[in-house]
């Protein structure tokens, strides 16, 4: 689907985007791309991130990929450097790395909590610090996607809830401290979403879509689209105001709490 804004609203820019191999995060990354930005994509498997990368020079983009694992500071650090040899100074810093899968806090290791924990929180902390250096002039933005589950807990998801909650007050933090510096802090918590992972998981079945869709107040899941045009949004020069923000995607399912969506997922 084409963005809703008018064209090249960051030509020439600079976007650095972890978890950029797949899901949201890639959907962004090509919305940032068709609006005229350089992309830099980060992630995990190669093979992933050479094919977004394809994909987005096909249609006539600029983008790069770079293997890095967010927990690894170092690694961080020299995929940020390799993107300003190849683009120049950074603009753009979306972090959008991050695990999940579903389990009772009795049923998890220890292990299992501390990974996400760190995909998603040390990672969010390890980006932005290591950008900060090519990021701290007037008009740069950082980005994180959150969740609802920051501030709505879910059965089987502690660990997620509380690595959301820390990326969260990242963003908060972050706005106050290099305000100053002109870098606008901002994060995204977007509900169900069409085509991802993490629904497909959830919703394996069309009695189940369904069900789930019935406990969300607009009715539908939202799309991959839906979250790129409101990140292209808060980090274009129209949000230039805007920071420390978390901004709620999620059609109204939040407020309903997790009760409605959890008796769907239960049947």
């Known amino acids: 689907m084409p963005s809703i804004f008018r064209d090249h609203l960051l030509q020439d820019k600079v976007a650095f985007v972890t978890g950029g191999g797949s899901g949201i995060n890639l959907r962004i990354a090509e919305r940032y791309a068709e609006h005229g930005a350089k992309v830099?994509?980060?992630?995990?498997?190669?093979?992933?991130l050479d094919s977004a990368v394809s994909a987005i020079k096909t249609k006539g983009g600029s983008a790069a990929g770079f293997a890095a694992d967010v927990r690894d500071y170092d690694a961080v650090e020299s995929a940020l450097k390799k993107t300003h040899e190849e683009f120049g100074e950074i603009d753009i810093l979306l972090c959008g790395a991050a695990g999940n899968f579903p389990a009772h806090a009795l049923g998890m290791s220890p292990n299992g909590f501390k990974s996400v924990i760190d995909i998603d929180l040390l990672g969010t902390f390890n980006t932005c610090r290591a950008a900060f250096e090519?990021?701290?002039?007037?008009?740069?933005?950082?980005?994180?996607?959150?969740?609802?589950?920051?501030f709505t807990p879910f059965a089987m998801q502690s660990h997620v809830c509380a690595a959301k909650a820390g990326v969260d007050m990242?963003?908060?933090?972050l706005a106050i401290e290099w305000g100053r510096e002109g870098v606008r802090v901002n994060s995204i918590a977007p509900g169900p979403i069409a085509d991802t992972e993490g629904m497909r998981r959830l919703s394996p079945t069309e009695e189940i879509k369904q069900k789930l869709t019935q406990s969300i107040p607009l009715g539908r899941f939202g799309t991959k689209d839906e979250i790129a045009?409101?990140?292209?949004?808060?980090?274009?020069d129209a949000?230039?105001?805007?920071?420390?923000?978390v901004f709620v995607c999620d059609g109204g399912q939040s407020l309903l709490g997790s009760g409605a969506f959890m008796s769907a997922l239960a049947g």
């Open 40 to 48: 830099a994509l980060v992630g995990r498997t190669r093979e992933k």
């Open 134 to 150: 090519y990021l701290h002039k007037p008009g740069a933005s950082i980005l994180s996607i959150s969740a609802t589950h920051a």
């Open 170 to 173: 990242i963003t908060r933090t």
């Open 229 to 236: 045009d409101l990140a292209l949004f808060l980090c274009s």
């Open 239 to 245: 949000a230039c105001y805007i920071t420390g923000a």
